[in-house]
């Protein structure tokens, strides 16, 4: 017997009929025996109306008003559901995040999770009743409701999950798991049958969407084995072996690791470039320091110093902070003395993930070399440990993306 | 300085301009310098979504699974309702019934309110915060959210206004006040300033549908002050003397009482004829006993004695209880003996109502001199102390309201 969690996003519960479907799901785990808690989000599509309704009212509304108007779309799909299991046969019961109780601290609209008292939801499980938990939501320190930030379903599955010490949390999708890079993009693609939670990490922080990364990150520090699987395929209930998604563990646990486990791309950044700034000590804090107190995130930079004593600064800033880095990089021209600002919106990041990097030279080079056979121009790069990310013209996002897979022997 | 409790219902909440406009409301009772509380329904026709979801799911769906989910409707309007008041510069915060607490019994969907803890509420209002309080919810003893029946916010705000020790309970709803008729049938009907909360429940439960019985009840109890109006007309915000809508208030409140205060109807009723029954001691407990039983609720009944020993039985239903009734009596047919069972549903039941009957002789003849007058046949009568109902054929109810409105001198 396991002790799973099963966490079902907002597709999974967008009607009645994948309600039911959910319910079969569950029923099936319980009936080859597991212990089973469930997490769900709620209907797809509702939370956007509420945020919607909240901000239409007040642009800077309370958030803690906010929080209580939008947990009630997991409160909604935990009591359906539950009923909907209830028909079929499977004792159930829903908890809310104040029920359970799980503690979060104050910060309304992100709150952070704390303490989770387990002994409500296992003396449920022990007694044979499923419990359905409404994700996304907490309990704050003044006994208000609070939400976790958006996609924060995942992360209160991979919270319970630990506290529940469960062998698995299974991530119930749109999608039946990772892929070796976006299937829409490159038809030879294929899932895989695990990754670490670090490369899920550097995957996710660069653009595939099919985990929340702080969800990831948690399931690395609590050690708590998540499996991302489709809930629109049919069958029986996914047993490890068969592997029906993918799963993301501890690197120990992959004995063939790949170089390459996948390849991701990005579009929601821009380039920026400060032409010809006086190179002297402190140069890069004077530009990045205003950036960074007007919450404006950079992300790759690179720095390139010229014979004459000057220096050009390119980096990336998101897409939607693009036009407010011009005016506070404009309005700072007196002061850095730079010769001219370039910004570049069409641009794209193509990012290639894999523990296997660290044992093995050349991943880099195998990278800028494929680029450059294919005539594609490298404007910035940047590497971390089991990552090399490069910046290149939008224009040649799918091109390189094919090339790479190959490159990689990726392709099924 | 007085304190208030302002209810606003589902077609106050209905959509965003809606609940502004409620705000503003409330915002000009702060101004008038009153300590205000707010209790809020659904939007209208969400409730009825939720509890159809409920019902696709499971026929006979649990209660408290259903109450999880159909007491999200008012979490919603309580905090977006505090965000208007806070857009418009009114502190405010929601409560929700665990919140405060607002304790109940286990009864799932029809749960009775017990203690009610004033203290947070009071503190709110004492700081300048307007509390927005979830009605129709509220804390079962087993830690889970109950909801109180359809109709239940009317019940949640007189509940808190006891608890309140406020001075008026204000009620906004889409009609302004309680009429001496229904003003669709009767063009010349008026509404009443003042109503004694005896005349409200006997106008309740026959089908005058501006406050629900049980919450006229408990304000008669503890002798809340109800003011009924409309959220839809604008103005300044109510004060007493200029009466906007209707006070439901003490009979001692009320000088001028009027010998009829209102005329209502009601075709929610079937009538049924048990014809010629033995007639023996224990009779009527033979054919009452078994259609309680099965919850099948009879209102008005008369028999009458033949000449040959035997007596017919007539009495009313609920029209949706006619089929289960028909089925009972006839498996009783066996055991009772009767002769023939007559059913008709097209019927309507016709009262009149107020206190002053009770000092007033020749009320009723008045009643059934009017009808005869009009060939309107009565087919069974039923009086209390302050009220006189005869049962007639639907077809005549436009014209027997319309007679009894001007014979009772209730015309404008």
Known sequence: MARIVMKFGGTSMADLDRIRAAARRIAAQVAAGDQVAVVVSAMAGVTNQLVGWCDALMELHDPREYDSVVATGEQVTSGLLAIALQAIGIESRSFHGWQIPLHTDGAHGRARIGRIEPDALLASMEQGVVPVVAGFQG????????????????????????????????????????????????????????ITYEEMLELASVGAKVLQTRSVELAMKERVRVQVLSSFTDGPAPREGALPGTLVVDEDEIVEKEIVAGIAYSRDEARLTVRRVPDRPGIAASVFGPLAEANVNVDMIVQSTGADGSTDMTFTVGKSDLARAQVLLGEMRETIRYEELLCDPDVAKISIVGVGMRSHAGVASTMFRTLSERQINIQVISTSEIKVSVLIANDYTELAVRALHSAYDLDV
Do not use: F, M, N, W
């Open 139 to 194: 309990l704050g320190p003044e006994g208000r409701i609070t939400t976790l930030g958006r996609g924060g379903s995942d992360t209160s599955a991979v919270a319970l999950a630990a506290a529940l010490k469960a062998d698995r949390c299974d991530i119930y999708t749109d999608v039946d798991g990772v892929y070796t890079t976006d299937p829409r993009i490159v038809a030879k693609a294929r899932k895989l049958d695990k």
